[in-house]
């Protein structure tokens, strides 16, 4: 016990050996957290309690088994593999699935990924006569389905909320409840559910089976939640069902990294937590572990700007280090450049590792840039959360066939391998198959399996294709009960032709195709030794299916470890840490986004969203910014972020572009405050002159139709270019009634413009 202890700080040990009750631990930015997660429960499985008491669920899988091994370490592998740990999604699927019945499902539901969900919503939009391109795009209805979900709001109680059918009035989409009702039935129709139905059904198991709930009460005596500040309605209410009997869990979050509201995360049910239990122990763990002193500072100063929180004041013992260093660019084109070329030289001078730098952007759009930047001077990079192995098509492909064999009932399982690979049945029998269903009430697989019986009009030819591939999958269910996981799989992608479809396509997206798969059933193998290794004699599809069917980006993210340059959004950075961070796009409108301005809540969601960027960084963070971005086809001007102005001046060091806007109120605040120690001790090259700009509009090439002031550009000349930025020019030349410019950019490099295009100004010193 003590040698579990003595490995803590102060903070961390309190906050680990209280478990007499409810506990909250504000856990701040590389506090470590997990390792009071981790500690907590060794020190309960110490103290006695048997392992299979204790509940602790995460937000990923990857979390889930980093702690189990870290338990492990410390009091054994026997011990924390009887844990209840997990996903909460994976957690309350296997409760569903041993109390299925208790809802009417069977305990070989399948579960529907967001892309299955938006094809079955489609299909019903589609099948209503609604426009899917307009009103009705599935991927917005299915988010208001979702949110609905998220708030425990079933089909009836929807269509009896008058707010909810009058929203959908006015926003042209006075049907959705009518779609979310028929969504239900077709999943339920299917023996299937999607990810949020995880969360309803166990509600509604807990609240209308009070001896299951009671049964569930007694079994986990104590329960632990990590990233509590991300939990929904939903789950709150699961995990309140569950403690109410005892009030013995401890909660883990930081509200200052609250940022996915979109997802249905209410930041209240941490701030509120006390209210809930009035009994509730605070511990607050304050000391960064991560960060330099400055940028623990500087992201300080950010956050406090909100008035929605739980005040903490995090400290770093770290090295001072560098200040946050902010960086205007003229355009977005030039921002890129910037950014590419700090990271050239930062992997030069230091010996950086192109793995420890991250760019951060606030939506995926903005990667391009930097791609191309990054491109044109060889540094390596990937995008994070691109798609993942098991959404690539041919896995999805054989999983499709995997979840037919578990699950005939499966509608999207069916319509993906009826005829994959291709056996002459084609879209007007689907449907034909899929309409009877429909005006019989049963699924897909029923009227396959009886066709004569439902009166399916197709000739013999058809029905014989039909028959062919119903005893297929008929063989596959009957092999599914005598073979592991790996070895029917093997099987599958035998009998059904994939591997002939796969291994003779001999080009390169073939040769592809094949590994992947190959590639999966080596996965399927790890899978069905690991489990054999850990107790389980049979390990079958259904088993291999639960645990890839909620996997997350980042449990599927292998490359994580390569020497690349990472690009990501914000939200996808949560949980991450870089030696190097470059926070970029920081304009109105952009972060903060200008669908978040209409409210204080959304405002300081965006203000957390910029504090969890900064916090990402360990030695060095760079914020940048463009005075214009290409937009919709044209060049728009930008204003720099609100935010910028939150964090203390004393904290940040600006280039020579960003200082020098005369028009900016803030920074020439700011280089007022730091004139007389920055500027006068700041080499030539990088002091802020003031300048006198010229705008200048060139509409043509000959030198009569130019202004006075394209006639007088000179060599030795300084101009801003709309995307190049500020650069000296080389030379001026005249041919063929064209008048070209070569000009050294400061960030961009050489280039000639062309005058009767170029869009730029002079600058006078």
Same mark, same amino acid.
């Given at each position: 016990?003590e040698?579990?202890?003595?490995q ?41 309690l048997?392992?299979?008491y ?18 492990a ?19 309350? #699927? ?55 979900k998220n708030?425990l ?7 009896r909320?008058g707010?909810? $059918? ?16 028929q ?19 166990t ?8 001896d299951v ?7 986990f ?5 990590d ?33 996915y %509201? /979109?997802?249905? #995360? ?8 006390k209210?809930?239990?009035? +009994? ?12 330099t ?5 500087a ?5 406090k ?20 260093e902010?960086?205007?660019?003229? %355009? ?23 793995g420890?730098?991250?760019? =951060? ?7 391009r ?28 492909d054989?999983?499709?066939?995997f979840?037919l ?16 690979p ?21 699924s ?9 019986e ?14 062919d591939?119903?005893?297929l ?6 092999? %599914?009960?005598e073979?592991?996981?790996y ?30 798969i190959?590639?999966?059933?080596? #996965? ?15 390990? $079958? ?11 997350t ?5 292998? +490359? ?17 840490e ?9 304009e109105e409108?952009?972060?903060p ?6 409210d204080i809540?959304g405002?300081?969601e965006?203000?957390?969203? /910029? ?61 007022q ?23 200048l ?34 030379s001026v ?13 400061? %960030?961009?490099?050489?280039?000639? =413009? ?10 006078? +010193?």
């Amino acid at each position: 016990m003590e040698e579990i202890l003595s490995q803590l700080n102060p903070a961390q040990q309190a906050a680990v050996e209280f478990c007499d009750g409810p506990s909250l631990v504000i856990a701040g930015a590389g506090s470590g957290k997990t390792r009071v997660l981790t500690y907590k429960i060794a020190y309960l499985l110490e103290q006695g309690l048997p392992p299979w008491y204790i509940l602790a669920l995460t937000f990923t899988n990857k979390a889930a088994r980093e702690m189990k091994t870290r338990i492990a370490e410390l009091v054994g592998e026997k011990r924390a593999r009887r844990l209840w740990m997990g996903t909460f999604h994976s957690i309350f #699927a296997r409760i569903l699935r041993m109390e299925a019945e208790r809802i009417g499902f069977q305990s070989n539901f399948t579960i529907f990924d967001s892309a299955d969900s938006n094809n079955l919503i489609k299909r019903i939009i589609k099948d209503m006569g609604l426009d899917t391109e307009k009103a009705y795009k599935p991927g917005s209805v299915h988010n208001q389905i979702s949110r609905a979900k998220n708030a425990l709001i079933t089909p009836a109680m929807y269509a009896r909320n008058g707010e909810l $059918t009058e929203y959908d009035r006015h926003s042209g989409r006075a049907r959705l409840f009518e779609i979310y009702q028929q969504y239900q039935h077709r999943l339920r129709s299917a023996n299937s559910m999607d990810f949020d139905d995880l969360l309803v059904y166990t509600n509604l198991l807990f609240r209308d089976n009070p001896d299951v709930l009671e049964k569930y009460r007694n079994q986990f005596q104590y329960i632990l939640v990590d990233e509590y500040q991300d939990t929904n309605f939903a789950q709150h209410l699961i995990v309140k069902q569950l403690v109410d009997a005892h009030h013995r869990v401890c909660v883990v979050g930081d509200d200052a990294q609250s940022i996915y %509201s /979109f997802r249905g #995360a209410n930041i209240d049910n941490i701030l509120k937590f006390k209210s809930n239990y009035p +009994e509730t122990r605070v511990f607050k763990l304050e000391r960064n572990y991560r960060s330099t002193q400055n940028i623990v500072n500087a992201a300080n100063s950010l956050i406090k700007k909100n008035k929605e929180q739980i005040f903490k004041d995090v400290y770093s013992e770290n090295e001072v280090g560098e200040k946050v260093e902010i960086a205007g660019a003229f %355009s977005d084109f030039e921002e890129g450049v910037i950014v590419a070329n700090k990271i050239a030289r930062i992997h030069l001078e230091r010996h950086a590792n192109y793995g420890e730098f991250a760019i =951060l952007y606030r939506t995926n759009a903005q990667s391009r840039i930097f791609e191309e930047s990054l491109r044109k001077i060889n540094i390596p990079y990937r995008i994070y959360g691109g798609l993942s192995f098991y959404q690539r098509k041919e896995i999805k492909d054989v999983i499709g066939y995997f979840r037919l064999i578990v699950n005939p009932g499966d509608e999207e399982a069916f319509r993906r391998v009826i005829n994959y690979p291709a056996r002459g049945i084609g879209d007007v029998t689907v449907k034909k198959i899929s309409d009877t269903a429909q005006g019989q009430g049963v699924s897909l697989w029923q009227v396959l399996s009886a066709p004569l019986e439902y009166n399916l009009n197709v000739n013999s030819g058809t029905a014989k294709k039909l028959a062919d591939f119903c005893g297929l999958v008929d063989e596959l269910i009957a092999k %599914s009960n005598e073979l592991n996981a790996y070895d029917l799989a093997q099987l599958v992608i035998k009998n059904t032709g994939i591997a002939k479809d796969a291994y003779d396509d001999m080009t390169p997206e073939g040769m592809s195709r094949a590994q992947n798969i190959q590639e999966l059933l080596n #996965a399927m193998n790890e899978f069905v030794e690991s489990r054999q290794e850990q107790g389980d004699e049979e390990v $079958t599809l259904v088993d291999f299916l639960s645990e890839v069917s909620l996997l997350t980006d980042q449990d599927t993210d292998k +490359e994580s470890g390569n020497e690349k340059v990472t690009l990501m959004t914000v939200h996808a950075s949560k949980g991450l840490e870089f030696g190097h961070v470059f926070v970029v796009g920081m304009e109105e409108d952009l972060f903060p986004s200008a669908m978040a301005k209409a409210d204080i809540r959304g405002l300081e969601e965006e203000r957390r969203l /910029f504090y969890v960027a900064i916090t990402r960084a360990e030695k060095t963070c760079t914020i940048t910014f463009a005075k214009s971005r290409f937009k919709n086809g044209q060049i728009n001007s930008a204003s720099q972020s609100r935010f910028l102005s939150d964090i203390d001046a004393n904290l940040l060091s600006m280039e020579r572009n960003t200082l020098a806007a005369p028009s900016d109120g803030f920074w020439n605040t700011m280089r007022q405050q730091r004139e007389s120690r920055t500027l006068s001790t700041a080499p030539t090259s990088f002091r802020a002159a003031p300048r006198h700009t010229v705008p200048l509009q060139v509409a043509n090439g000959s030198l009569a139709s130019l202004p006075e002031e394209a006639k007088a550009l000179r060599a030795g000349d300084t101009i801003e270019h709309e995307r190049f930025g500020r650069g000296k020019v080389l030379s001026v030349e005249q041919d063929d009634g064209n008048r070209r410019a070569f000009v050294d950019f400061e %960030s961009s490099g050489q280039k000639q =413009l062309l005058l009767k295009y170029a869009k730029f100004k002079i600058v006078r +010193e």
